[in-house]
C-alpha cells in the first residue's frame, strides 16, 4: 500500500480542526501548527492552501491571517438547469464580436445570496440579427431563442473538465485567480441538427455540486 502523503495526513488534521471551530474563528498560524503537529511549515501551508481553495479557511488582506470560512450550504445543480438556464442570473451582459460574427451572452448564476457559476454563451449574429437590441437580459437565453426567432432544441452535447478561474471570472465568483474550478459546455443545435449555441458555465466547486441523471433503461 502507498504511503500516505505528509500534507495530506496534515489536511486530514486541519480539517478535524476547522470542524470544531465556529465560523469566522481566527486559525492558528503555521508556525504553530508546525510545532503541534511535529510536520514541517512548507508541509502545514500546502495543506492550509488547499483548504483555502475548498473554501474551508478564508485567509485575510496583510496581517489579517487565516479564519474558518462561514459554512454555507452548498447548492446542488442539474445539468439540465444549467442547459435550460433555470438558475437565478444577475449582471447579465451581452457583447456583439462583429469581425468574428458572434454574439456573446454572459451571465452571473447566483443561488440565494452569493454567485456560484458563471454562464456564457455564443451565437452567430447573423442568425439572430438584431439580436443585442431585441434581448431584454431577464428571459432564459433559450426561451428567448425558442419565442422570437422560433428555435427549437434538440438534445444538447454536453462535456465537463476542471479548469482554472481567468482573474475576470474570479472577480464574477468572488474567488481567487487560479482557484480551480468545474467547467461544464454543451453544444446546442435544433430539431434540423443545425448548430445554435455554444455553452460553457464555469461552476465554484465550494458552493454548487452539479447533479447528474444516470440514463434511462431501454
Excluded at 34 to 47: E, L, N, P, Q, Y
Aim: hydrophobic share 40%.
Amino acid at each position: 500500500m502507498p504511503a500516505i502523503p505528509r500534507y495530506f495526513q496534515a489536511k486530514t488534521r486541519l480539517l478535524d480542526l476547522v470542524n470544531e471551530l465556529p465560523d469566522n474563528t481566527p486559525f492558528p498560524p503555521e508556525r504553530e501548527l508546525s510545532d503541534v503537529f511535529g510536520m514541517s511549515r512548507t508541509t502545514i501551508r500546502k495543506a492550509m492552501d488547499e483548504l483555502v481553495l475548498e473554501g474551508r479557511l478564508v485567509r485575510g488582506a496583510g496581517r489579517q491571517g487565516t479564519a474558518v470560512a462561514p459554512r454555507k450550504q452548498v447548492r446542488r445543480i442539474s445539468l439540465d438547469a444549467l442547459v435550460q438556464d433555470l438558475a437565478d442570473r444577475e449582471q447579465v451582459v451581452v457583447r456583439t464580436i462583429g469581425a468574428q460574427d458572434v454574439v456573446n451572452v454572459e451571465s452571473v448564476l447566483v443561488r440565494g445570496d452569493e454567485p456560484v457559476g458563471v454562464r456564457s454563451t455564443y451565437l452567430h449574429a447573423s442568425r439572430f440579427p438584431g439580436f443585442a437590441e431585441r434581448y431584454d437580459r431577464t428571459t432564459p437565453l433559450r426561451k428567448f431563442l425558442s419565442d422570437a426567432y422560433e428555435v427549437r432544441f434538440g438534445e444538447p452535447c454536453p462535456w465537463c473538465t476542471t479548469a482554472l478561474a481567468t482573474p475576470r471570472v474570479a472577480g464574477l465568483l468572488d474567488v481567487r485567480p487560479a482557484t480551480p474550478v468545474l467547467s461544464v459546455g454543451w453544444l446546442g443545435h435544433d430539431l434540423r441538427g443545425a448548430p445554435v449555441e455554444r455553452s460553457w458555465v464555469v461552476l465554484r466547486g465550494d458552493r454548487a455540486h452539479l447533479r447528474l441523471s444516470a440514463p434511462a433503461r431501454p
